[in-house]
């Protein structure tokens, strides 16, 4: 596997579930990003990781939380969401947090809360 | 309030002829821009980037031009190509202190490329 993978890259689920997003990232980076882009709107940034440290969160509701176990991975874990949150979920990574280092971006997850 | 603009939800051009697509943004702090390139089931992927200190940055068949006083930055495809064919974010941000995560993205522009 090369560059930035997610799982599983599509969801359906309800809102008294619980799931969890995979990301994996394959290129020696040491940050790593959640982002949601909604229907008809810009890409959100939801949350940052900086060598496995949260530093980021942008007011993200408390039923989406983030985990970073190491480097290479990044999960989104999910619970009671609702059907606004119905989305396309994308993983993104790069060599440190200056815009000079390009992210790159997983394919998504796309999110279907019934 | 939306601070990156992308007005044209899509935009057809012919093969062969100028593609060009257009952004404007609202907060002056912003001083580093960037394009991404999304097609269907793939990540976006970078394009293209350009500083305020600059006004035009070029790559292979892509430009994109900065007009500060304007707040307009517009990326130039020539010539198109099929492969073109893809939704183009726009990104803005300021170097001096936002780095990555203080990108704000457009709502994007679906570019369709006609044979």
């Known amino acids: 596997e090369t560059g930035v993978t997610q799982t599983p890259r599509h969801l359906v689920m309800g809102m008294t579930n619980k799931k969890s997003l995979k990301c994996e990232q394959h290129l020696g980076h040491n940050a790593m990003y959640w982002y949601k882009q909604s229907a008809k709107k810009p890409l959100e940034l939801m949350f940052v990781y900086s060598l496995e440290e949260r530093v980021e969160n942008n007011s993200v509701p408390s039923r989406f939380s983030p985990e970073c176990p190491n480097s290479s991975h990044l999960f989104l874990h999910l619970h009671t969401l609702q059907p606004e949150d119905s989305a396309l979920y994308l993983c993104?990574?790069?060599?440190?947090?200056?815009?000079?280092?390009?992210?790159?971006f997983g394919p998504g997850t796309r999110l279907t809360v019934l | 309030d939306q601070q990156v603009k992308q007005n044209s939800p899509s935009l057809s051009v012919q093969e062969g002829r100028i593609s060009i697509l257009n952004c404007d943004y609202t907060?002056?702090?912003?001083?580093?821009f960037l394009w991404y390139k999304k097609y269907p089931a793939e990540g976006p992927t970078f394009l293209i980037s350009i500083s305020s200190i600059k006004d035009k940055n070029e790559d292979g068949r892509f430009t994109v031009f900065l007009n500060k006083s304007a707040k307009h930055l517009s990326l130039h495809i020539v010539p198109s190509q099929p492969g073109d064919s893809a939704v183009y974010f726009c990104?803005?941000?300021?170097?001096?202190?936002?780095?990555?995560?203080?990108?704000?993205f457009g709502k994007g522009t679906h570019l369709i490329i006609q044979p």
């Open positions: 990104a803005a941000t300021w170097y001096s202190g936002g780095g990555a995560d203080g990108l704000t």
């Open positions: 993104a990574s790069s060599q440190g947090r200056s815009v000079l280092n390009e992210q790159f």
């Open positions: 907060n002056s702090m912003f001083d580093y």
